[in-house]
Nanobody, 124 residues
Framework: VQLQASGGGLAQAGNALRLSCAAS????????LGWFRQAPGKEREFVAA???????IYKDSVEGRFTISRHNAKNTVYLQMNMLKPEDTAIYYC???????????????????WGQGTLVTVSS
């Protein structure tokens, strides 16, 4: 599976951005898709994940502001980011897990496929 993330850029605090991630294939219907981010000098952290059946989990600090969704026919996962804050500034990565889990996954170690990342910068 190859993943290509896009949609990053510069936004002012309070505004919105939408990230997209196109996968080369999602032949396994139990593929879990996730978004992670890595801020300068920090470790990569979980943001959101969604199963093929639509089960979703979020990082506490983004719940209510971010929305993850997927379009299986288009092999695409999205991250709608509203009410952006300067602390959301990071490189955002999409990832895919073909572990067969029917639950969304938080641990990056469980994802075997990663996109190249897209930079999101939020100014105050």
């Amino acid at each position: 599976v190859q993943l290509q993330a896009s949609g990053g850029g510069l936004a002012q605090a309070g505004n919105a951005l939408r990230l997209s991630c196109a996968a080369s294939e999602l032949t396994d219907t139990r593929t879990v898709l996730g978004w992670f981010r890595q801020a300068p000098g920090k470790e990569r952290e979980f943001v959101a994940a969604i199963t093929s059946g639509g089960k979703i989990i979020y990082k506490d600090s983004v719940e209510g502001r971010f929305t993850i969704s997927r379009h299986n026919a288009k092999n695409t996962v999205y991250l709608q980011m509203n009410m952006l804050k300067p602390e959301d500034t990071a490189i955002y990565y999409c990832a895919a897990s073909k572990s067969g889990s029917d639950r969304p996954l938080r641990s990056p170690a469980l994802y075997g496929y990663w996109g190249q990342g897209t930079l999101v910068t939020v100014s105050s």
